[in-house]
């Protein structure tokens, strides 16, 4: 298969989209789960560490 620029500047484009995209979906989960455990003080954070 002959390289293509155009393609490989695609498949870099959806690649760095889908990296940030998993970056901030991680984040907002950390950030979700401290809110969990500081503001509501509820037992989610150590439910998710298998802790009672």
């Not at 984040?27 to 989610?44: E, R, S």
């Amino acid at each position: 298969m002959p390289f293509s620029e155009s393609w490989s500047d695609l498949g870099k484009t959806v690649h760095g989209i889908t990296a940030n995209a998993l970056l901030i979906a991680l984040g907002l989960h950390i950030v979700g789960a401290l809110k969990h455990h500081i503001i509501d003080k509820d037992n989610t954070l150590t439910r998710m560490f298998g802790k009672k």
